[in-house]
């Protein structure tokens, strides 16, 4: 079966570091995605991983353990603008993705 | 320009009416996907076209059927609607398989009464 699970919300202070974790249990597995939406938005491509290990792009780094089934999206310098739904998305071969529940995000002034 | 677009962006109907979403994208990629999002945020995916051939079909019913007459565009039509179908609908599309991020259009929001 398929199941992802990460936190349903998290609320954290703008300027401040916060860790979203993702623990993933799918029937195959090329790689993690990262999104971020916007209420009433689409989501937005943030990052992929393929290989163990940290991925750093600008405020936004992502990690990953494929033996450990386990993946966080650190978000560093937090900023209003980021208060939003993060989905964990694992790749689990071919054309298919699937999309965690996400993991909606409160920046507080 | 915009790169996926979806038509249109709000649909407000009754039980049991049949109902169409378009979608389109300028980004000259091979593969495109009808999603669905309920109002737990679950997005699922439903359908995807690789070069206009149908390659994943997820436990969706009959009563949904995409069309897809060329790689830019993948239409969702849908007979007989059911309170149940009320989402919002995403349309996405990305270069291949595996590795490439997918671009999502702004969503159609399906509301059934």
């Known amino acids: 079966g398929q199941n992802i699970d990460q936190p349903t919300e998290m609320t954290a202070t703008e300027g401040a570091i916060v860790q979203i974790n993702c623990t993933y249990q799918t029937s195959g597995f090329n790689g993690l995605f990262w999104y971020q939406q916007h209420a009433g938005e689409a989501p937005t491509f943030l990052s992929y991983n393929v290989l163990d290990g940290l991925e750093e792009k600008g405020r936004f780094s992502s990690f990953l353990s494929r033996s450990k089934g386990y993946s966080y999206l650190l978000l560093k310098e937090l900023q209003m603008k980021d208060s939003a739904s993060y989905l964990c998305?694992?790749?689990?071969?071919?054309?298919?993705?699937?999309f965690g529940a996400g993991t909606r995000l409160f920046v507080k002034a | 320009d915009t790169a996926v677009s979806q038509t249109p962006k709000y649909l407000v109907t009754q039980m049991g009416n049949d109902k169409s979403i378009k979608c389109e994208q300028n980004?000259?990629?091979?593969?495109m996907y009808w999603y669905k999002q309920d109002s737990k945020k679950f997005l699922k995916i439903m359908f995807s076209y690789n070069n206009k051939e149908l390659i994943i079909n997820e436990t969706v019913p009959n009563r949904f059927s995409p069309k897809s007459p060329d790689k830019a565009h993948l239409n969702l039509h849908i007979n007989s609607l059911e309170l149940g179908d009320s989402a919002v609908y995403f349309c996405?599309?990305?270069?291949?398989?595996?590795?490439?991020?997918?671009?999502f259009g702004p969503g159609t929001r399906l509301t059934v009464t």
């Open positions: 980004l000259g990629h091979d593969t």
């Open positions: 996405a599309s990305s270069p291949g398989q595996n590795t490439y991020e997918q671009y």
């Open positions: 998305a694992p790749n689990t071969g071919g054309f298919k993705t699937i």
